[in-house]
């Protein structure tokens, strides 16, 4: 391979189905974040109301962290014209580092809402550069099978970081001689998850390293592309404006399905304790299956897509998901629950790389950057207002309304990708 940068990748074999070394390390760059974010996400809640504040002040901070994302959103974008994709991955996880490690050492409701305000600012960030950065480090060839993977690897081994976490409060209980369900424990557990983001970041270094070795001049060449890179980010959002109907085509289903997310899936954890009693343990366990179970169909998503069709996946799997939801919601014993969240997990995110392919594949380059920040923007959309409003429901209603809106959000989702992208003489024309 010729040299490798964030913004030109010249691969010898442009028809090789194999992965490039920066996209392998951006793999393991993804795998230490991701299963150290799932401590953070399997005991956030509890950790909250361990600590002693209400449930609408959870609903407040989870709120909190989506309204930032949106607001920094457009002046990160504009950042990402200067700032090379893998720095910028980096800097998102040492932003998301800082905020889980301010909640371990200094948990006043303040500074939890600044924590909060950092892992929206760390996950916007990287979102908005995963996708480019894959982008530019795969070939036509090798584009499903990186994206499908990256996305196995997050959710999967967000299973195996939360199969790792249930223990944890349990150990440092037993060392420090406090409950385990103490905010004491869950600080802890904490610590641990903010070392592992920040060792993430080593193999994005290498990445920058390998750069330093087949460049002779990269800060002349980058401020090249810099320059590039700002004049192209112009065009888009002209040319975004000017022809806005296929990008609102691509936007609709993210943002329903985050307003329907928004209202439960962050209280999954809250849902089997409160419902079955469920000790963390058993949540680690629980959590664990619904990553893996769900990295594995992602992983088969692919072959699915070769066979039937990469929107046809899409909805398919989406449609057959959503009774498994509705059983969720209803399950008269754990053992029902647990088995339909895994069904309702692996099938309804197996098709969610395909899909971000799909929009970059129909997005010209230069706007790819801009269109997966909005992407990014719908998916998050739901959570400016659905954590509040979900916990206003939780404390007098329970969680049924939930999964009723939940449930109607996902089924509308899925039928605009039917009749926009699947029916006959569907279709969209080039984003941007």
């Given at each position: 391979m010729s040299a490798i940068d964030d913004d030109v990748v010249i691969p010898n074999e442009v028809a090789s189905?194999?992965?490039?070394?920066?996209?392998?390390?951006?793999?393991?760059?993804?795998?230490?974040?991701?299963?150290?974010?799932?401590?953070?996400g399997l005991f956030f809640n509890f950790t909250i109301l361990a600590l002693g504040f209400p449930l609408n002040f959870?609903?407040?901070?989870?709120t909190v962290s989506f309204v930032v994302s949106a607001v920094l959103g457009l002046p990160l974008l504009w950042l990402l014209a200067y700032l090379p994709l893998r720095l910028a991955l980096a800097s998102g996880a040492?932003?998301?580092?800082?905020?889980?490690?301010?909640i371990a050492v200094w948990p006043s409701s303040t500074t939890i809402l600044i924590a909060s305000a950092a892992l929206g600012a760390g996950s916007v960030l990287f979102e908005m550069s995963a996708a480019p950065f894959m982008m530019q480090h795969s070939t036509a060839a090798s584009r499903d099978r990186l994206f499908s993977t990256n996305t196995a690897i997050r959710i999967g081994l967000a299973g195996v970081g939360s199969l790792l976490a249930?223990?944890?409060?349990?150990?440092?209980?037993?060392?420090?001689?406090?409950?385990?369900?103490?905010?004491?424990?869950?600080?802890?557990?904490?610590v641990l998850a903010a070392a592992g983001v920040l060792v993430a970041i080593v193999p994005l270094l290498l990445i920058r390293s390998h750069v330093a070795l087949e460049r002779p001049n990269p800060t002349t060449e980058q401020h090249v592309f810099s320059e590039r890179k700002v004049s192209a980010a112009s065009v888009s959002w002209r040319a975004l404006i000017q022809n806005p109907a296929p990008l609102l085509k691509v936007l609709l289903s993210p943002a329903l399905i985050s307003i329907g997310a928004a209202l439960?899936?962050?209280?999954?954890?809250?849902?089997?304790?409160?419902?079955?009693?469920?000790?963390?343990?058993?949540?680690g366990f629980i959590f664990a299956g619904l990553g893996v179970s769900t990295g594995v169909a992602v992983l088969l998503a692919p072959r699915l897509s070769a066979r039937?069709?990469?929107?046809?996946?899409?909805?398919?799997?989406?449609?057959?998901?959503?009774?498994?939801l509705m059983l969720l919601g209803v399950a008269p014993v754990l053992g029902i629950a647990v088995g339909a969240a895994l069904v309702r997990a692996a099938l309804f995110n197996m098709g969610a790389p395909l899909y971000d392919a799909f929009a970059m594949e129909h997005t010209s380059?230069?706007?790819?950057?801009?269109?997966?920040?909005?992407m990014s923007a719908a998916y998050s959309v739901g959570y400016l207002w659905g954590p509040l409003l979900s916990t206003y429901i939780?404390?007098?209603?329970?969680?049924?309304?939930?999964?009723?809106?939940?449930?109607?959000?996902?089924?509308?989702?899925?039928?605009?990708?039917y009749w926009f992208f699947l029916r006959p003489r569907a279709g969209i024309a080039v984003i941007g």
């Amino acid at each position: 391979m010729s040299a490798i940068d964030d913004d030109v990748v010249i691969p010898n074999e442009v028809a090789s189905h194999s992965l490039s070394w920066p996209a392998r390390l951006y793999l393991l760059h993804t795998a230490l974040l991701t299963t150290s974010l799932a401590i953070v996400g399997l005991f956030f809640n509890f950790t909250i109301l361990a600590l002693g504040f209400p449930l609408n002040f959870l609903g407040l901070i989870n709120t909190v962290s989506f309204v930032v994302s949106a607001v920094l959103g457009l002046p990160l974008l504009w950042l990402l014209a200067y700032l090379p994709l893998r720095l910028a991955l980096a800097s998102g996880a040492l932003i998301q580092g800082f905020g889980v490690l301010l909640i371990a050492v200094w948990p006043s409701s303040t500074t939890i809402l600044i924590a909060s305000a950092a892992l929206g600012a760390g996950s916007v960030l990287f979102e908005m550069s995963a996708a480019p950065f894959m982008m530019q480090h795969s070939t036509a060839a090798s584009r499903d099978r990186l994206f499908s993977t990256n996305t196995a690897i997050r959710i999967g081994l967000a299973g195996v970081g939360s199969l790792l976490a249930g223990p944890l409060p349990g150990i440092l209980a037993g060392w420090w001689a406090v409950a385990p369900q103490s905010a004491a424990a869950y600080r802890g557990t904490f610590v641990l998850a903010a070392a592992g983001v920040l060792v993430a970041i080593v193999p994005l270094l290498l990445i920058r390293s390998h750069v330093a070795l087949e460049r002779p001049n990269p800060t002349t060449e980058q401020h090249v592309f810099s320059e590039r890179k700002v004049s192209a980010a112009s065009v888009s959002w002209r040319a975004l404006i000017q022809n806005p109907a296929p990008l609102l085509k691509v936007l609709l289903s993210p943002a329903l399905i985050s307003i329907g997310a928004a209202l439960l899936i962050p209280y999954l954890n809250l849902f089997f304790q409160q419902r079955f009693r469920v000790p963390d343990t058993m949540l680690g366990f629980i959590f664990a299956g619904l990553g893996v179970s769900t990295g594995v169909a992602v992983l088969l998503a692919p072959r699915l897509s070769a066979r039937v069709g990469q929107m046809a996946t899409i909805v398919l799997t989406e449609v057959l998901a959503i009774p498994f939801l509705m059983l969720l919601g209803v399950a008269p014993v754990l053992g029902i629950a647990v088995g339909a969240a895994l069904v309702r997990a692996a099938l309804f995110n197996m098709g969610a790389p395909l899909y971000d392919a799909f929009a970059m594949e129909h997005t010209s380059e230069a706007a790819r950057p801009t269109v997966m920040a909005l992407m990014s923007a719908a998916y998050s959309v739901g959570y400016l207002w659905g954590p509040l409003l979900s916990t206003y429901i939780q404390v007098h209603y329970g969680f049924a309304p939930l999964f009723l809106i939940t449930t109607t959000c996902y089924i509308m989702a899925v039928g605009i990708k039917y009749w926009f992208f699947l029916r006959p003489r569907a279709g969209i024309a080039v984003i941007g």
